[in-house]
């Protein structure tokens, strides 16, 4: 198992930034890729960012050129760097391990952190 926890949301300005970080911990030799999940009320959990254990990243569309994710292997956490937010950008932003242990392939998530943009 492999356990998450998230850190750094909060309130921000329209155009302001924030990073939030994830720490892992437990059977971290397992994980193949990390990344960050947003859900808004009423709507589907979805992609954000996601990042592979050499450090190939993947974005969504509508963070692209804003967001940047990094992994740090050494300290066994994944940040996401957010600029220039936007009004669309307020949701619970989810950590996600995605891991293969025992020969089963299985997701593991952090408890959330909701980052609200308002002026």
């Known amino acids: 198992q492999v356990q998450l926890v998230e850190s750094g949301g909060g309130l921000v300005q329209p155009g302001g930034s924030l990073r939030l970080s994830c720490a892992a911990s437990?059977?971290?030799?397992?994980?193949?890729?990390m990344g960050w999940y947003r859900q808004a009320p009423g709507k589907e959990r979805e992609l954000v960012a996601t990042i592979t254990s050499g450090g190939s990243a993947k974005y969504a569309d509508s963070v692209k050129g804003r967001f940047t994710i990094s992994r740090d292997s050494a300290k066994n956490t994944v940040n996401l760097q957010m600029n220039s937010l936007k009004p669309e950008d307020p949701a619970a932003y989810y950590c996600n391990a995605h891991l293969i242990l025992n020969l089963r392939a299985q997701d593991s998530w952090g408890q959330g952190t909701q980052v609200t943009v308002s002026s």
């Open positions: 437990g059977s971290i030799f397992s994980i193949i890729t």
